[in-house]
Nanobody, 127 residues
């Protein structure tokens, strides 16, 4: 069983920055590909960013490329999402996700690719 706890969300003005954190339980965190998704009420969960289990490769949705950065600190069992130049359209609940099988591809961008999810953290960007 893996537990994921997000933090760092909040209210920020357009153009501002936030850093989300996701703390994971489990001794094998360092073998998990990790992802961030976001969701609006009544909408499907959408891919934001993913990072390989070693942290050597990352992949982003076009809408956040160049503004968001995903990273991980395996000794701390934590993955981060640095969000810069935030826009009102970035407003959503952000979820981190863990995939326990690192095989089957390099980048995992579908919600069904992941096995465990956090509870989400709200990010609101005002104009």
């Amino acid at each position: 069983q893996v537990q994921l706890v997000e933090s760092g969300g909040g209210l920020v003005q357009a153009g501002g920055s936030l850093r989300l954190s996701c703390a994971a339980s489990g001794r094998t965190f360092s073998t998990y590909p990790m992802g961030w998704f976001r969701q609006l009420p009544g909408k499907e969960r959408r891919f934001v960013a993913t990072i390989t289990w070693r942290g050597s490769r990352t992949y982003y949705a076009d809408s956040v490329k160049g503004r968001f950065t995903i990273s991980r600190d395996n000794p701390k069992n934590t993955v981060y999402l640095q969000m810069n130049s935030l826009k009102p359209e970035d407003t959503a609940v952000y979820y981190c996700a863990a995939r326990t099988d690192y095989s089957g591809g390099i980048y995992f961008i579908q919600p069904d690719d992941y096995d465990y999810w956090g509870q989400g953290t709200q990010v609101t960007v005002s104009s």
